[in-house]
């Protein structure tokens, strides 16, 4: 039996503690903020600091419980004396999912989509947005009094011009049932944006089997990248997304 630190976002909070707690691992989870990946320097920086902070011998792996997510997790180096797990997963609707194949398919049928699930939704700040992959519109319009104090109000009322026109590709609300939690309530807000917006609605069955299977310390060649102490995570959209390299 080994024992694993995940680090996670809490949009994962309800999955990864229900697969953990099956895991015959022993597993220490730690959250970070969820609006952290809409500044991914900053995302990165917090992780590499909580990374450096995991002492020798604490455990046999770090895992990664997060995609590329906007770049952040590219550049993180893996400590000298523990390796890094990440899954080869664009985010964490790859996770939400089940698998990278998957998500590519969705996105190749409908690419303006608006992601919607429990966990995320029920973790939103105040003003922020509730779904995933509609990062934009909604945060710019709860700003707009900051934007014109900051900017004045016709510079204001372009960029939110152009960030409508920006939302009107999308054509998809989708809830993710991950099968955890009340989820009537927020699949009913899916559905009136949905509404609201002429667009389709769907409701997608969520899959756990890449949280199972990094949690279980069943870390395939395809689905996984294992970062050898000391090396640095790098882009490789060619060979599973993400790859990894000696420090230069």
């Known amino acids: 039996m080994s024992r694993f630190v995940a680090l996670t976002c809490e949009a994962l909070a309800r999955s990864i503690y229900a697969t ?50 906007g770049t952040s997790t590219i550049g993180l180096r893996a400590p000298a004396h523990t390796p890094l797990v990440i899954p080869r997963a664009h985010d964490c609707i790859t996770l939400y999912l089940g698998s990278k194949e998957r998500y590519q398919e969705e996105f190749n049928q409908h690419p303006g989509t608006y992601w919607y699930s429990v966990d995320y939704m029920e973790r939103a700040e105040d003003g922020s947005s509730t779904a995933l992959g ?37 054509t998809r609300a989708a809830f993710i049932d991950t099968g955890l939690g009340e989820s009537q309530h927020y699949e009913d807000v899916a559905r009136a944006k949905a509404a609201q917006s002429g667009w389709l609605f769907e409701r997608k069955q969520g899959d756990r089997r890449l949280l199972e299977m990094l949690i279980a310390g069943d870390w395939r060649d395809d689905e996984f990248l294992v970062v050898p102490p000391g090396h640095v995570t790098r882009e490789d959209y060619a060979n599973g997304l993400i790859g990894a390299a000696p420090p230069e």
């Open 134 to 170: 509609a990062a934009g519109l909604e945060d710019q319009e709860a700003k707009y009094d900051e934007y014109v104090q900051k900017y004045g109000k016709d510079n204001a009322d372009m960029l939110l011009e152009e960030m409508r026109r920006w939302s009107q590709h999308y």
């Open 20 to 69: 953990s707690a099956h895991s015959p691992h022993t597993i220490s989870v730690r959250l970070f903020k969820q609006g952290l990946h809409d500044r991914p320097r900053n995302l990165r920086s917090v992780l590499q600091a909580e990374i450096d902070a995991i002492p020798p011998g604490d455990f046999d792996a770090i895992l990664l419980v997060y995609g590329i997510c």
